[in-house]
């Protein structure tokens, strides 16, 4: 027999069915259930984060290779994409300095990213042979300049590896040579102009710039072939 609460509401005896807790055997199948589905889960978020992570570095090269040849195109001026070990920027050939706009904080770009390499296959050089942006920073003393100071916001960019995107919005290379879209065009891609690996994820990043000025890019598992050479 139930008891009655203070406002009337009857409750079935405690000990009684509808007050029986959960035994150990069913304690331990929750348990059971629960791990199982963490062993099937933490794989797949693993997999999530490592292609996230080379899906961010994607947007960074692609988007400062087509910034520049959108810029190249509507202003009638040779655009660069230079590389620094730790990414790439959108430098302005007329102006003599990088777009104004543009934020880039070195620490925290692609090259700086622990795990990550990105190959300049149209050289060939990996990051690590390039010059880091603050070691060049620190000989621009125009380039954090007060505005209004004659020169203000200016650098050189002489000497280091990238491209032009000429007012056509074609490519010409500063260094090297343009690595054939076939190879990229292979399912898997063979080789690219640029390609980003990420240590521990066989998913391989390939950045194809044709000569034209289209940029293509994709994911790819590539063969023991299209290792770093």
Known sequence: ?????????????????????????????????????????????????????????????????????????????????????????????????????????????????AGITFYLRFVPLSNEDLVKYRDWEAGQRDLHASPGTPGAGQCSVEGLLGLTFQRDGTVTWIKGENVATSLFSQDPPRDADIIVRQEGNPEVLFIDVRQTGQIRAKLSQPPETAQRS
């Open 1 to 113: 027999m139930g008891f009655l609460s203070p406002r009337g509401l009857r409750f079935p005896p405690r000990g009684g069915a509808g007050g029986r807790g959960f035994t150990l055997i069913e304690l331990m199948v929750v348990v059971a259930i629960v791990m199982l589905a963490m062993g099937i889960m933490v794989p797949t978020l693993l997999e999530f984060f490592k292609n996230q992570k080379l899906k961010n570095v994607r947007t960074h090269f692609v988007s400062a290779l087509q910034l520049a040849r959108l810029m190249a195109i509507t202003e009638g001026s040779k655009m660069r994409v230079v590389f620094f070990q730790e990414g790439a920027r959108v430098y302005h050939d007329r102006n003599r300095s990088f777009r104004r706009e543009e934020e880039f904080n070195p620490e925290a770009a692609p090259g700086a990213q």
